[in-house]
């Protein structure tokens, strides 16, 4: 039987769940759709993906492209809707069978309608859940539904009831006439109309995308430096790579698994040491879960102004405002600080992050859905659920059953006493 892989964000042959369902068959195929859409400027005035995050995209789907090719598998390429390729494709291989990644957000599922109602009767779409640590299935919920709205109390069930499934080895090679004739390549920043750049100096994410990579972060991170021990000591840092893992980006398109991560850190606990820091690597994993469940549980509520929570606040939509907190032009100097490295190099700290989206929404009580969209386009590491999960819990309309405020001096006096941070970013303006 022919089948065909549609990767979307699962862009690694290394515990991927589709990919080796596909491979028990006789021919595969595999193929990426880049929606043209997501390079024009949406609703709220920001493409969906500027310049850092697809640069970060198409690196790792050149990678992904080799591995495939290593496993005698073509990976095709099209800057097209996956309605507009994915039909044809079918037909012309004679697929019965596609298997991909389960989504669950609007357009994702939109996208999958629209690829079905083009398609002939008798194809098989086989989706399988692998974004996760915790598997849907091995929750100890009975429904979505009874997710608790606090993910303390989602976190102690879970680490008390569920398990970790085992990582997914490598499929084996196919035999090589599984390879097409016909090749695709995967183009450059310059081809989708970007202009070419090299990593700032001072990014404290100067890594490049794809399998290959993050594979080489694991083994810089716990095994050479061995920072993983010093984690959560470390992970509010604001200047460097090492303050923490910086697997986020990897993780949201899906070039490397939760689970794989979480194996390397058992590995890690029962070889050098476990402790609070290596802990604290997996209690990020959790989070990272709960906000997929979130956003599972409520669907659309998560891109509502009144969030999962339906709260009705004052919200203001000044462009002016906005421009000042892009351009880091506001009366904080550490938001401002945080918000010209974001320009500048795609990355934001953890703790820069809340404090940006708490002074947007909170101090300058603005729509906190613009700040969500301008994160969404920017960021290196962006992932729909934590994205948008995160910036509710900021913002009042969301997980955060304290609905606390940052104080923004304090916040600096605490994690930049000395002003080294904000003094790096700050003497050079944006724009």
């Not at 006439?177 to 202009?195: A, H, M, Q, R, W």
Request: aromatic share 14%; charged share 25%.
């Amino acid at each position: 039987m022919n089948t065909l892989v549609w990767f979307r964000n699962d862009l690694r042959v290394s515990d991927n769940q589709s990919l080796t369902l596909a491979c028990k068959e006789k021919k595969v195929i595999a193929v990426y759709c880049l929606d043209p859409e997501l390079l024009i400027e949406g609703p709220y005035g920001f493409r969906k993906m500027e310049k850092y995050r697809v640069k970060f995209l198409l690196e790792s789907l050149k990678v992904l492209q080799d591995n495939l090719a290593s496993l005698n598998i073509s990976l095709l390429f099209y800057l097209k809707k996956p309605k507009e390729i994915l039909p044809s494709l079918i037909e012309k291989h004679h697929i019965k069978q596609v298997y991909l990644q389960k989504e669950w957000t609007k357009n994702e599922v939109n996208e999958l309608v629209q690829v079905k109602q083009q398609c002939p009767s008798g194809i098989s779409f086989i989706e399988s859940y692998d974004q996760f640590l915790f598997h849907p299935s091995d929750l100890p919920y009975a429904e979505v539904s009874n997710i608790p709205e606090v993910f303390t109390t989602f976190r102690k069930k879970c680490e008390k009831y569920s398990k970790v499934r085992p990582a997914i080895s490598r499929p084996a090679a196919k035999p090589s006439e599984n390879l097409l004739s016909d090749k695709t390549s995967v183009p450059n920043l310059s081809d989708l109309g970007f202009i070419p750049f090299n990593p700032h100096p001072h990014s404290a994410f100067p890594f490049e995308g794809g399998e290959n990579a993050a594979m080489e972060r694991i083994q810089e991170y716990f095994w050479d430096t061995r920072k993983l021990a010093f984690y959560k000591r470390t992970r509010n840092g604001l200047m460097g790579k090492d303050y923490s893992s910086k697997l986020s980006a990897w993780l949201a398109n899906g070039s490397i698994s939760a689970r794989t991560i979480y194996w390397a850190i058992q590995e890690f606990e029962n070889k050098v040491i476990k402790n609070q820091d290596t802990y604290w690597l997996v209690f990020e994993l959790i989070w990272r879960d709960y906000f997929k469940y979130v956003s599972m549980k409520h669907g659309h509520k998560i891109f509502t102004l009144g969030g999962i929570l339906n709260k009705s606040y004052d919200w203001g939509n000044s462009e002016t405002t906005k421009l000042s907190w892009i351009h880091g032009t506001t009366k904080e100097p550490f938001v401002n600080a945080n918000m010209i490295e974001l320009a500048k190099t795609g990355w934001m700290s953890n703790r820069g992050r809340q404090n940006v989206a708490s002074y947007w929404a909170k101090e300058l009580k603005q729509d906190w859905r613009i700040g969500a969209a301008y994160f969404e386009s920017i960021l290196i590491d962006y992932d729909v659920h934590s994205n948008w999960g995160n910036w509710m819990y900021n913002s009042g309309v969301g997980n955060d059953p304290r609905d606390r405020k940052f104080n923004i001096k304090r916040q600096a006096e605490l994690y930049d006493p000395a002003g080294k941070f904000q003094n790096l970013w700050l003497q050079d303006t944006l724009f």
